[in-house]
RNA sequence: GCCCCCAUAGUCUAGGGGACAGGACACUGCCCUUUCACGGCGGCGACAGGGGUUCAAAUCCCCUUGGGGGCACCA
């Protein structure tokens, strides 16, 4: 066994959103390096200079923290390796490919798109492999000047050898491939850019990676990073490929499916523990049924080994699980810190800072609705009632619950006996309801129900008679009030 | 078309020659209950198919089928 440093690198490319895909295999790679005490890389490969944007960066690096994945070396955090953006790392990336001109194990290739196509074309109706046909393999320098002339940039290709190239993948075991269909791909562009294939070998020979690990859908460009190492004679690392993450009808998870990227999950109200939580579990077991895991323990069980080989389909349902079991679990008041962005979002409150009184009172509001919740966009619709000054009442409840025979006598008896209650308290209000309900010879759920409608809007929440006490004397008996006219307006509309 | 990877319920998975094929989500029945949710106790539901190997196959091998990925001057 080598006892060599573990040195694991993140490598997204800044051309969208941080999705769930690339943060499991961020957090895979994080969990790795975190359990054998090695070194998390961060590295940014944004040599793709059309789709490339700093927004995007800034976006990973925003999920990458909020999932609480910090690492080791990359933006912000420079070392001995870096730069950790490719497009700093230029000059690198043409040392080697000089290197690989003048060992003839490259070349420059002058064919345009165009000649391409049709030489793609052809082989494709012959039933030929689909690869280069070594057009400008043994170009003259008579030829390349010919072709300068013409203005033609040139790309560089390497030379593919035809020999059977083999890796041993960590998950998978022996993966064998024969170069003889591979193509002399390219591996500097004609703008003098590396290509995607080229730059990560260099970058994680360079930067002494020891494991690269990755998505399945890289395996098939295994074979020709190998073939760079070999060329450039770097030692080649060890190679795991992760089981893709896909949406419900089994094609690649896409904004079809919902939601993919980590930071929509933080908007909509996900706690990033249960987010990493449940990713962590696409793919990944460990051995036995536990399901909740930290970080913490998340790195002390992880290992290879316990991943599956074939893709997981990515469930809105579990995840909801996932972040409820953390929100149950979850003290009041780091719930409290939690809500009070997505108030302000709904404009339920002014200003994030609450005052001492404001603060107890939302306490009291998490109190009842906490394990009623999803997620914190839920709890804004259901918890609406305690922040807005009018409440819209469901249509549906309106007519099923409220709109009915002697509902308004009661909701009149009860605005009376409210009014004058010098005791809010749960005692004191469960004893009125009782008392309305008894005199009318009904059972209390007879009246507790349009009781909840008139002051919710719906017919679903909290027991009632805490849901009073904290929605407090005032609105009570105002939302009360407004029931009663809104009755009445029914009423003379029949 | 060619190459590669994969295959246990609707979904995530455990199990890797002898097990009642275990758990979780979802769905569902009952209990608790003023509603919803929580919680408790149940239920439905799987080894893709066919050949081998073996006393014995979900487990090992082969084929088929199915799914996924790749074959770019994208990464």
Same mark, same amino acid.
């Given at each position: 066994?080598?006892?060599?440093? /573990? ?57 990458m923290k909020w999932l609480g994945l910090d690492w080791?070396?990359?933006? %912000?955090?420079? %070392?001995? *390796? ?56 043994? @170009? ?9 002339? =013409? ?15 083999? !890796? ?11 170069? =003889? ?33 990755? %998505? ?25 490929? @992760? ?47 536990? =399901?909740? +895991? ?31 079991? *953390? ?23 002014? =200003? ?14 998490? &109190?009842l609705m906490q394990g009623r919740f999803k997620n +914190? ?32 006598? /009661? ?6 006996? @409210?009014?004058?209650?010098k005791c809010w308290d749960e005692k004191s209000i ?34 009632? !008679? ?27 509309? &029949?």
């Amino acid at each position: 066994m080598e006892n060599k440093k /573990i040195r694991v690198r993140f490598a997204p490319s800044p051309t969208g959103n941080l999705h769930i895909g690339g943060a499991r295999t961020a957090l895979f790679n994080w969990l790795y390096a975190r359990h054998y005490k090695g070194t998390f890389i961060l590295r940014i490969e944004d040599t793709d200079q059309v789709r490339s944007t700093e927004e995007a960066v800034n976006v990973i690096l925003e999920g990458m923290k909020w999932l609480g994945l910090d690492w080791d070396e990359g933006p %912000g955090k420079e %070392g001995k *390796y870096g730069p950790y953006y490719q497009m700093q790392r230029l000059p690198l990336y043409q040392k080697y490919t000089e290197e690989l001109l003048k060992n003839k194990k490259a070349y420059y290739c002058y064919c345009t798109k165009e000649e391409l196509t049709e030489s793609r074309q052809k082989r494709t109706k012959e039933g030929k492999p689909l690869r280069y046909d070594r057009h400008c393999l043994n @170009l003259s320098e008579e030829e390349k000047r010919r072709y300068e002339e =013409e203005g033609r940039k040139p790309v560089i290709r390497l030379k593919i050898p035809a020999k059977k190239i083999v !890796f041993n993948d960590l998950l998978r075991g022996e993966v064998n491939f024969e170069g =003889e269909l591979l193509s002399d791909f390219v591996i500097v562009k004609s703008d003098g850019i590396p290509t995607y294939n080229f730059a990560v070998v260099i970058d994680d020979a360079l930067m002494d990676i020891s494991n690269v690990i990755r %998505g399945d859908d890289h395996i098939s460009n295994t074979p020709k990073q190998i073939l760079i190492y070999e060329a450039l004679g770097f030692n080649l690392p060890k190679f795991a490929h @992760l089981p893709m993450i896909m949406g419900s009808d089994h094609t690649r998870l896409s904004k079809r499916h919902g939601a993919t990227s980590v930071m929509e999950y933080k908007e909509i109200g996900y706690i990033p523990e249960a987010v990493v939580n449940y990713i962590a579990h696409l793919g990944w077991s460990s051995g036995d049924e536990r =399901e909740i +895991f930290s970080l913490e323990e998340l790195v002390k069980e992880f290992s290879l080994d316990k991943i599956s080989k074939h893709a997981a389909v990515f469930s809105i349902d579990k995840l909801n699980w996932f972040n409820s079991e *953390y929100l149950k679990k979850r003290s009041v008041d780091s719930l409290v810190k939690m809500v009070i962005p997505f108030l302000k979002e709904a404009n339920y409150i002014k =200003e994030e800072n609450l005052s001492p009184v404001k603060l107890e009172w939302l306490k009291e509001v998490i &109190k009842l609705m906490q394990g009623r919740f999803k997620n +914190f966009s839920q709890f804004i619709d259901y918890a609406d009632y305690f922040f807005v000054d009018k409440i819209d009442i469901e249509p549906q409840a309106f007519q099923s619950v409220l709109n009915k025979e002697g509902i308004s006598d /009661i909701l009149k008896a009860l605005k009376e006996e @409210l009014s004058v209650l010098k005791c809010w308290d749960e005692k004191s209000i469960e004893d009125i309801v009782r008392e309305i309900a008894s005199s009318l010879q009904i059972k209390g759920g007879k009246i507790i129900h349009p009781i909840r409608v008139a002051l919710t809007g719906k017919k679903i929440g909290p027991g009632l !008679f805490e849901l009073i006490v904290v929605l407090g004397q005032e609105k009570t008996i105002q939302r009360l009030e407004e029931a009663i006219e809104k009755l009445k307006v029914a009423e003379t509309k &029949k």
